[in-house]
């Protein structure tokens, strides 16, 4: 089992719903994404979700595009998020997976990038580009190192196809919740609670829920349902506002620690 199947079994045992704040690495800087990792393990987040900047992202919205072009604009690279995460992954219980494209795996190479991953602690990716039937190569390898390949269905997968995307996940299902690019919404379409359940009967990995969501009481809503929800656009929305380092991190915490609220609400009937 990998570290994120440990962990979302773990909150499952205890009756958890897991939050999942995804943050740009880099954006505004890399001290600053240490901080915030330390800060979501505090919190008590079940897995944190660390996006690494490409210049052509997949399916990004307004919000994380332009997150990622700040940090690309500061010269981040690979090797040094690697070296960051690093620093703080072996300090904490919450894993860190890493959204990237499969450009870059496919360039570094996908032995290098899983040894490379799993020397800095990283438990696991989302490969949002990797289509099911070209993912044999970095699936077979994934599996061999107990690293979490964990993939997407969205509200358009047909159900035979997302049937065979939930079986091939490991770590846990991510359900893209709306049609589109990532952003924040209002609401959350009722066919995304239909397809959570449509996945269940097809894995027994946790299904988690991502894009537009961006509140506390839609993670509520959400989580009476799903194991976990991701929430991205709605935090790096905050690390853009002025601020110091310190008043970044105190900001985004303070907004994920709602979220936590939102869902342990949700777990304990309150």
Request: aromatic share 4%; net charge negative; hydrophobic share 45%.
């Amino acid at each position: 089992m990998s570290k994120v199947d440990q962990r979302l079994a773990a909150f499952r045992a205890a009756g958890r719903k897991a939050l999942i704040p995804f943050i740009t690495a880099g954006d505004p800087d890399l001290e600053t994404t240490v901080e915030l990792i330390r800060a979501f393990d505090r919190l008590g987040c079940g897995v944190c979700e660390i996006g690494i900047p490409y210049s052509d992202p997949i399916a990004d919205g307004p919000v994380i595009q332009a997150s990622y072009t700040r940090s690309l604009e500061r010269g981040i690279r690979v090797d040094a998020i690697f070296d960051a995460i690093g620093s703080v992954a072996r300090e904490i219980e919450m894993p860190v997976v890493v959204m990237v494209s499969y450009a870059i795996v496919h360039r570094i190479g996908i032995d290098k990038f899983l040894d490379r991953a799993i020397e800095a602690g990283i438990a696991g990716a989302i490969v949002p580009d990797l289509l099911i039937e070209d993912g044999d190569e970095l699936q077979a390898a994934a599996s061999a190192k107990d690293f979490s390949l964990i993939r997407l269905v969205t509200p358009t997968t047909p159900a035979d196809r997302a049937a065979a995307i939930a079986r091939a996940s490991t770590g846990f299902v991510y359900c893209v919740s709306v049609t589109g690019i990532t952003g924040e919404r209002a609401t959350i379409p009722a066919a995304t609670l239909a397809r959570i359940d449509e996945l269940r009967r097809q894995t027994s990995v946790p299904i988690c829920v991502g894009f537009g969501i961006s509140a506390a009481d839609q993670v509520a809503d959400v989580g009476r349902t799903a194991d976990g929800v991701i929430v991205g656009s709605a935090l790096v929305r905050r690390l853009a506002e002025p601020g110091s380092r310190a008043e970044t991190v105190e900001r985004v915490a303070a907004f994920a620690g709602e979220l936590v609220a939102g869902l342990d609400s949700v777990a304990t009937g309150r």
